[in-house]
Structure formats: structure tokens, C-alpha cells
Nanobody, 119 residues
Framework: QVQMVESGGGLVQAGGSLRLSCAAS????????MGWFRQAPGKEREFVGA????????YYADSVKGRFTVSRDNAKNSVFLQMNSLKPEDTAVYYC????????????WGQGTQVTVSS
């Protein structure tokens, strides 16, 4: 079982940057791909980006490609989301999760961290 705690959210002006962190507990953290999702008010949760267990490959939603970077440090049981060139439409609660694969899919959601981008 893996549990997540996100941090690093806040208020930033458009064009600014934030770095989110996700601390995971659980002995098998390094076995899973890790991902970031977000949910804006009145909208469904959407995929942002994810990184394979080795950290060698990351993939992103088109809306954040080229602006956001996912990384991980398995030694520290942590995954990060570097967000640059932020836009007001990036405003949302950001969550990290582990990909358990198969029929289980994404799980072990954290409580989320609020990101607000002002215009």
C-alpha cells in the first residue's frame, strides 16, 4: 500500500512557476509509475503527467506539454511536478497517485494541494 501527501501549492501570477512535491509512504513506492492529476471547480479530475517507475520516461497531457515536468526520487520516496509558464486555466487542486496497473489503475490518492494562478 502507498499513501501520498502533496505539498507546494499556492497563489502565483500568470507566467510564474511552482514546484509541487508528493511524499509517498510504503515500501513498494519504486515499483509503480506515479502521476499527477488536477481538478478544477465544477470539472472532472484530469490527467496532467506521469513518470515510469525508473524515472526514465515521462508523458504529459497536451495542455501542459512543454511547460510542466514530472520527476521522481525513489531514494526519497518522492515525486515532483515542476510547473512553468503557469496560466489561469491551470488553477486547480493537484493530486498525485500511483498506477497499480491492471483493473485497479490509479489509486492511493493524496488530499491534494491547491494551485491558484491569477491573471
Amino acid at each position: 500500500q502507498v499513501q501520498m501527501v502533496e505539498s507546494g501549492g499556492g497563489l502565483v501570477q500568470a507566467g510564474g512557476s511552482l514546484r509541487l512535491s508528493c511524499a509517498a509512504s510504503g515500501r513498494t513506492f519504486s515499483s509503480y509509475a506515479m502521476g499527477w492529476f488536477r481538478q478544477a471547480p465544477g470539472k472532472e479530475r484530469e490527467f496532467v503527467g506521469a513518470i515510469r517507475w525508473s524515472g526514465a520516461y515521462a508523458y504529459y497531457a497536451d495542455s501542459v506539454k512543454g511547460r510542466f515536468t514530472v520527476s521522481r526520487d525513489n531514494a526519497k520516496n518522492s515525486v515532483f511536478l515542476q510547473m512553468n509558464s503557469l496560466k489561469p486555466e491551470d488553477t486547480a487542486v493537484y493530486y498525485c497517485a500511483a498506477d497499480f496497473g491492471g483493473t485497479t489503475g490509479w489509486g492511493s490518492w493524496g488530499q491534494g494541494t491547491q494551485v491558484t494562478v491569477s491573471s
